[in-house]
């Protein structure tokens, strides 16, 4: 006896506890509420209302009151096979109408109608978790989609307050109260998603920077990924399943975050390297002049000293005794010094020249915010290698 059929009559039915009773146990009822109380109960499968029992149209109110709010299968049991009487009970909400004159009609009938709930039953289960399962789904997407499009996004934030700002906004979606703390290498950023940053979280997001991924406490967590730390508020510690998908779905926005921090930090840094370039290219040319200068005064004193020494020299040789061959050697070494002398002297100033050339091939790399990769090549093409 896996179910019970509750029927609506005087008292108990002999024809019907020898037809069902081997598959159902019967519970009469002889009042419309004591029925509808006893169609409430897990087990109760059927209700069956004895028309001549209660009276036409009695059952037709009965059958009434009993659907209402209830997906319980109700049959009219009747002694006549009235069209009225059928169309007034399907009006009532009535699951079928039957007659006492086929007892085998009636068994089948009856079991068709148990079969339809059972059937529908399951189908309304199958249906309940088939709607769960999309809502879950949907919600799945819904939390993916936000989690996409910061990462689409978070490519054009140029500064930490966009890249905190942007963040802020993809984790409103989740109802999430946060403080956050980005750590760069040129300094520390603490946020809040409106007003200023509060010293007290700042200084918990600093201190269990290192704590591990997750750190709860209460109804709050903070959750570090490298060089992002955001301290959760208001997380839904009542709701295990949400708690676990907000944990993992805002631990992929903070990967996002810190990558777009490691590029800002890579964009300042070649930004200040392009900038110590440029200085020191400039540098070196104010000090390349400088030492152009002093350069060419010291090669111009050497050479005027080296013929000041042939001009003595060559004003000395007639009181030196010497005979015209030792002359002409003397005045032959003088010579070549002088001609020594002022090769040295132009080799530097080539020397000096080329160092001008590369100094301003390389401020012309660096005119411009953004350097041309193939001026680049070219101007590294033109250096020794290792």
Do not use: W
Not at 203 to 228: P, W
């Amino acid at each position: 006896m896996g179910y019970i059929a509750v029927v609506l009559g005087r008292g108990e039915d002999r024809q019907l506890e020898s037809l069902l009773g081997e598959k159902c146990q019967l519970a009469f009822a002889d009042t419309i509420s004591a029925a509808a109380e006893l169609s409430g109960t897990q087990e109760a499968k059927l209700v069956m209302i004895d028309a001549v029992a209660t009276g036409g149209d009695q059952a037709i109110d009965a059958c009434r009151a009993l659907k209402e709010g209830s997906d319980v299968p109700v049959v009219l049991l009747a002694d006549e096979d009235s069209l009225q009487m059928k169309m007034q009970a399907y009006d009532a909400g009535c699951d079928d109408y039957l007659t006492r004159d086929d007892m085998i009609e009636l068994k089948a009938r009856i079991d068709r109608v148990l079969f339809n709930k059972i059937a529908n039953d399951q189908l309304r289960m199958q249906l309940k978790q088939a709607n769960e399962m999309a809502f879950i789904a949907m919600s799945d997407t819904s939390d993916l989609g936000v989690n996409i499009q910061f990462l689409l996004d978070v490519n054009r934030c140029d500064n930490l307050d966009e890249l905190g700002m942007r963040l802020f906004q993809s984790i409103r979606s989740y109802g999430l109260n946060c403080s956050l703390q980005m750590r760069s290498r040129y300094g520390t950023k603490n946020m809040e998603a409106n007003g200023m940053a509060k010293e007290m979280e700042s200084a918990m997001l600093e201190a269990c920077s290192e704590q591990g991924r997750y750190v709860d406490f209460g109804r709050r967590s903070i959750m570090n990924y490298e060089r992002v730390s955001l301290l959760v508020k208001n997380m839904p510690v009542d709701d295990p399943k949400k708690y676990g998908a907000i944990k993992d779905n805002v631990f992929s926005l903070l990967q996002g975050c810190d990558a777009r921090i490691v590029a800002l930090d890579n964009l300042k840094s070649l930004e200040l390297e392009s900038v110590l370039v440029k200085r020191l290219s400039g540098h070196l040319s104010s000090v390349m002049a400088t030492v152009d200068h002093s350069y060419q005064d010291v090669m111009r004193s050497i050479a005027d000293v080296v013929e000041n020494m042939a001009d003595g020299v060559e004003s000395s040789l007639q009181f030196l005794g010497m005979d015209e061959r030792q002359e002409s050697a003397m005045q032959k070494i003088m010579e070549t010094g002088i001609l020594e002398t002022n090769r040295i002297f132009n080799d530097g100033m080539r020397l000096d020249k080329g160092l001008k050339e590369f100094l301003r091939k390389l401020d012309e790399v660096f005119a411009s915010g953004h350097a041309d990769p193939q001026q680049i090549r070219m101007l590294l093409d033109s250096m020794p290698g290792d």
